[in-house]
């Protein structure tokens, strides 16, 4: 019973590409998140959806696109796939969008471009 | 700029012994504070947290001191295990009015506890 999942978990692709991440929480939450932890680990946040509604969107290129189909999938579709956007891709949600909403993270898919 | 400071980068604790973790914060609108722990291949997950009206909290072997003036918090694990080895994060979040809050991460601890 995962209660956020994403797939898939390792993505290795070429420069150029253009990629998709899925992710997907049973927790009936309504916001969701996305976030990049690179090879030092830093965990930053891209996007938060609430209700399918962008309300986050941070200083992300735009070859990143997310959508939300409904609340219990936001997707993450990367255009053009740089070196540089090798990493970690964490998919996470929370019942609501307020500082003390707990968030629950899925088990990441770690991108590689060669 | 990194808004939450981390510290040590990584820590090596025996099998019993105390690891303590520091942050420090610059943002005085910063309301809430959590501790994640992440273990390799996982995403994180919440440990405990502490808002700034109290300056202390305690879950099992797991307490956050919190520092209101100094604008400081700290997580001591009692006891540490060898099951605690992961890397841990602390962030700090606030109400932002019209959007959703965020939560912002330090930079993260690798602590490894030694049998």
């Known amino acids: 019973d995962t209660a956020v999942s994403q797939t898939p978990k390792y993505l290795v692709t070429q420069m150029g590409n253009d990629k998709s991440i899925k992710c997907e929480q049973n927790l009936g939450h309504d916001t969701m998140y996305w976030y990049k932890q690179d090879s030092k680990k830093f965990l930053k946040i891209m996007f938060s959806?609430?209700?399918?509604?962008?309300?986050i969107n941070e200083t992300v290129p735009n070859r990143f696109s997310p959508k939300s189909p409904d609340k219990a999938h936001l997707n993450l579709h990367i255009n053009s796939l740089e070196l540089g956007d090798s990493a970690v891709y964490f998919c996470?949600?929370?019942?609501?969008?307020?500082?003390?909403?707990?968030?629950?993270f899925g088990p990441g898919t770690r991108l590689t471009v060669l | 700029q990194q808004q939450v400071k981390q510290s040590p980068q990584s820590l090596i604790v025996q099998k019993g012994g105390i690891s303590i973790i520091n942050c420090a914060y610059e943002n005085t609108a910063f309301d809430y504070f959590p501790w994640y722990q992440q273990f390799p291949g996982k995403g994180p997950a919440l440990l405990i947290a502490?808002?700034?009206?109290?300056s202390e909290k305690k879950e099992g072997r797991f307490t956050i001191s919190f520092n209101k003036s100094a604008k400081q918090f700290s997580l001591h694990i009692m006891d540490s295990q060898p099951g605690d080895s992961a890397t841990y994060f602390c962030a700090a979040s606030f109400i932002r009015t019209g959007t959703a809050s965020k939560l912002t991460f330090g930079t993260g601890t690798r602590l490894q506890v030694t049998l």
């Open positions: 502490i808002r700034p009206d109290v």
């Open positions: 959806y609430n209700n399918k509604e962008l309300i």
């Open positions: 996470a949600s929370s019942q609501g969008q307020g500082p003390r909403d707990r968030q629950f």
